[in-house]
């Protein structure tokens, strides 16, 4: 997605993401990742836990996950995968946020 960021944006998303790590540890990732969007912490795994991405030693950290939101709070698109290669193209998702 940072590589299309402005064709999320020019098709109306926000994009965030959602780390399950400190605030300290977002910052020094940032500080040396630059990131066209915001990356939130999720010290507590809340997030996580309530869209069902949990972490997994077999893929190595993190399950890859994305999620389309609407703008009422109802999850439109989600895919959850094990592996970073299972995320779905930027194409794909830029298809369901053209279509709400």
């Known amino acids: 997605?940072?590589?299309?960021?402005?064709m999320f944006s020019q098709a109306g998303a926000q994009v965030v993401a959602v780390?399950?790590?400190?605030?300290?540890?977002?910052?020094?990732?940032?500080?040396d990742?630059?990131?066209?969007?915001?990356?939130?912490?999720?010290?507590?795994?809340?997030?996580?836990?309530?869209?069902?991405?949990?972490?997994?030693?077999?893929s190595l950290g993190q399950r890859?996950?994305?999620?389309?939101?609407?703008?009422t709070g109802i999850v439109r698109f989600d895919s959850i995968g094990t592996q970073q290669w299972q995320i779905p193209s930027n194409e794909n998702v830029l298809a369901v946020v053209s279509s709400l």
């Open 1 to 6: 997605m940072r590589d299309d960021i402005d």
């Open 19 to 31: 780390a399950p790590d400190t605030p300290d540890g977002v910052a020094r990732f940032t500080r």
């Open 33 to 58: 990742n630059d990131s066209p969007f915001p990356l939130l912490a999720d010290t507590e795994h809340r997030v996580f836990d309530a869209y069902d991405v949990i972490n997994k030693m077999s």
């Open 64 to 71: 890859p996950a994305v999620f389309v939101v609407d703008r």
